[in-house]
Nanobody, 127 residues
Framework: QVQVVESGGELVQAGGSLRLSCAAS????????MGWFRQAPGKEREFVAA?????????DYTDSVKGRFTISRDNDKSTVYLQMNSLKPEDTAIYYC???????????????????WGQGTQVTVSS
C-alpha cells in the first residue's frame, strides 16, 4: 500500500513563497512519477505540475504557474517538492500530491493517470 503525505501549506501574503513537500512510501521512490493538483472552493480539481520517473528529467506545468512554480524530487528522501514563488490570491486552494504507480504515457496532466493521492494541504494567499 502506498502512503502519500503532503505538508507545507499555510497562509502567505501575495508575492510570497511557499514550498510544499510530499512523501510517498511503498516502493523505491524513483519508480513513481509524481504530480501536484489543486482544488479551489467551488471549482474542479486542476493539474498543477508533474515530474517524471527516476531522475525527474521531464517536468510539466499548467500555464498559470509556469515561471513561478518548480517541481523537483529527491529520491533519497522519497520526497517531491513544489516550490511556489510570486504567489497570487488565485493560487489559494487545497493542494494534493499524487503518485503514478504504473507506467502511463507522458504528459501526466490528467488525474485519472494517478493511482494514489494524499489528503491535501491548504494554501491560502492573502491580497
Amino acid at each position: 500500500q502506498v502512503q502519500v503525505v503532503e505538508s507545507g501549506g499555510e497562509l502567505v501574503q501575495a508575492g510570497g513563497s511557499l514550498r510544499l513537500s510530499c512523501a510517498a512510501s511503498g516502493r523505491p521512490f524513483g519508480s513513481y512519477a509524481m504530480g501536484w493538483f489543486r482544488q479551489a472552493p467551488g471549482k474542479e480539481r486542476e493539474f498543477v505540475a508533474a515530474i517524471s520517473w527516476s531522475s525527474g528529467a521531464a517536468t510539466d506545468y499548467t500555464d498559470s504557474v509556469k515561471g513561478r512554480f518548480t517541481i523537483s524530487r529527491d529520491n533519497d528522501k522519497s520526497t517531491v517538492y513544489l516550490q511556489m514563488n510570486s504567489l497570487k490570491p488565485e493560487d489559494t486552494a487545497i493542494y494534493y500530491c499524487a503518485v503514478v504507480g504504473t507506467r502511463s504515457p507522458w504528459p501526466l496532466n490528467e488525474d485519472y493517470k494517478y493511482d494514489y493521492w494524499g489528503q491535501g494541504t491548504q494554501v491560502t494567499v492573502s491580497s
